[in-house]
């Protein structure tokens, strides 16, 4: 979505528009807690221990994966509206061409937070009390 710029008439750009700017930000946060939880869970399977541990750990992660795949679907939707707005008034161009590309991709994110957020909702409920 970021490199999606024309060189038209129009100089179209994603900055231009609060939808696009909404879906890269919340993309890009998605993909640096998911980078940051893949290098934990390595740390953990070699080492035993998680790289920072804390008692609320299963509720912080059920949250933060609750809360991103919401922003997610939240952020993809509009995006989707934009571009659907876009198409009906003036076609398809390569612009929306990659717009819903980058839509798409963010859906799949939006799937992937959704499966973590009920395998860390699991993790919550059936956590052993100390």
Known sequence: MASDKT?????????RY????????V?????????FQAVDMTYRLNYGKHIIS?????VFDFLIDQ?????LISAS???????????SNWGKDDFTEMATASIGMS??????FALSSL????????????
């Open 7 to 15: 060189q038209g008439w129009s100089g179209d750009s994603f900055d």
């Open 18 to 25: 609060k939808e696009y700017r909404y879906v890269v930000a």
């Open 27 to 35: 993309n890009a946060i998605a993909f640096a807690y998911a980078a």
């Open 54 to 58: 804390y008692s609320l750990r299963p």
């Open 67 to 71: 809360i991103l795949a919401y922003l």
């Open 77 to 87: 939707s509009s995006a989707a509206t934009r571009v659907d707005d876009w198409v």
């Open 107 to 112: 859906f799949l994110a939006f799937l992937a």
């Open 119 to 130: 395998i860390s909702g699991y993790n919550l409920c059936n956590q052993k009390s100390l």
